[in-house]
């Protein structure tokens, strides 16, 4: 690749900076008209003419309402293509700011910092297309404007996932994506190799007995005593099954059983959710918990087990991570990139990152002098805007490095 006159790091983030108005402005408009889960017409329609305007060719209805830009550069020569990805859906949330630009529809709020991650991205393919036009940029970009990372449609898919079914990654040879942080301070990011956020599945045994008078057990199989011993075998997976250093969640949370206090019920329903940080492991609660309703049938009983697969772990490829991690290094100081603990939160990032290496990171949004915390999905969540040109100089800086490294 020719590197005769490479991208710097200075120039990343003045170049980024110079558009804090403007990233604050599509920030604010996208958080003014807050769209749910699949139904992101206006945001996919602002995106798709900011990219028009810069001269990038836009693609709509990508799973469904999601948009695919495609910045250009030295892809003559062999260069890499590198996927940059922003979620756009809000979530269903009265706002209770109190800014000029809190949003205009009742119920609804960018509540997670969607309206920001799309933002940051506007910015990122403002900032690379200018690398592009000066024949600059040593590789290509693929900007993905995903729908839907909050909820699943009706055939049970995510926007993230639905994206990758249609085939977005394949020609993709790294991807990296962002998060706000409410917890960390602008200026801030973070990010960690493996297992970074928690793959969730959600739990329901339907435990069947024999029902009969309470007055008459033995002619009965109480199923709320079959319930007592399958919730305790269950206490054993993590405890007892699982590697003490590696870590997951087993936490049976509802159960419901029996109408009077003389009728012995057929059965008793128990839901609850796993989770862990690595797809070992969530196939290993999953084995256990088939285990535990052994237990159950020993006593004569049966289990109904029913295993809804939520999102799968986010696993950051360890080698995209530590180039991310140098390109963040260079652009923001060291001191500014920290390793945080896995999160046991979910994120549907982690089916991209099964198809090809990439690193998801956080980007810290809480402002320098505020005294408490605006967590994400609360209808205070706020974020300090200047974040916002950080943000889309760390998603450039990690597209830049890789195909420096990688080109
Ligand atoms: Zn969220
Ligand atoms: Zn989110």
């Known amino acids: 690749m020719n590197q005769k006159n490479p991208i710097t790091s200075e120039e990343i983030l003045a170049r980024a900076t110079a558009l804090q108005d403007q990233i604050v402005d599509w920030r604010r408009t996208i958080h003014k008209q807050p769209e749910l889960s699949f139904t992101e017409i206006k945001t996919a329609r602002l995106v798709q003419s900011v990219l028009n305007d810069l001269g990038i060719e836009a693609e709509t209805g990508v799973a469904k309402t999601g948009v695919v830009g495609r910045v250009v550069g030295k892809n003559d020569s062999g260069g890499p293509t590198v996927g940059l990805r922003a979620d756009m859906d809000a979530l269903p949330i009265q706002e209770e700011n109190g800014t000029e630009f809190d949003s205009e529809r009742p119920g609804l709020m960018h509540a997670c910092g969607h309206d920001a991650h799309t933002a940051m991205l506007l910015g990122a393919a403002t900032v690379l297309k200018g690398f592009a036009d000066e024949g600059r940029l040593p590789g290509s970009i693929k ?21 990758v079914k249609e085939g977005v990654m394949d020609d993709i040879d790294a991807i990296f994506g962002l998060h706000v942080d409410s917890r960390s301070t602008v200026g801030k990011v973070g ?6 956020l928690a793959g969730g599945d959600s739990v329901k045994a339907v435990i069947r007995g ?10 009965a199989n109480d199923p709320l005593v079959l319930a007592a011993h399958f919730l305790l075998a269950v206490q054993n997976i993590v405890s007892r099954r699982l590697d003490p250093l ?9 159960i419901h059983g029996g109408t009077a206090i003389n009728v012995i019920p057929e059965t008793v329903t128990i839901a609850g959710t796993m989770r862990s940080l690595t797809p070992e492991i969530s196939q290993l ?5 088939r285990r535990a309703c052994k237990v159950v049938e020993a006593l004569g009983g049966e289990v109904d087990l029913e295993i809804i697969k939520y999102y799968p772990p986010t696993v950051n490829d360890p080698e995209a991570t530590e180039v991310a991690v140098h390109g963040l290094k260079k652009l923001l100081g060291n001191e500014q990139v920290h390793e945080p603990k896995p999160v046991m939160g979910g994120e549907d990032f982690s089916y991209m990152l099964r198809e090809k290496p990439g690193c998801f990171f956080v980007l810290g949004v809480k402002g320098e002098d505020w005294d408490q915390d605006y967590p994400v999905h609360t209808s205070t969540f706020r974020i300090d805007e200047t974040a916002l040109p950080i943000g889309t100089a760390a998603l450039v800086a990690s597209a830049v490095e890789w195909m420096t490294q990688k080109g």
């Open 246 to 254: 590696e870590s997951g969640v087993v936490s049976l949370t509802t």
């Open 285 to 289: 609660l999953e084995d256990e918990m």
């Open 191 to 196: 990010t960690r190799p493996g297992g970074f």
């Open 143 to 163: 900007l993905l404007f995903q729908p839907s990372e909050e909820n699943r449609d009706d055939e049970n898919l995510s926007g993230g996932e639905r994206m």
């Open 210 to 219: 024999k029902g009969g008078h309470g007055a008459a057990p033995h002619m």
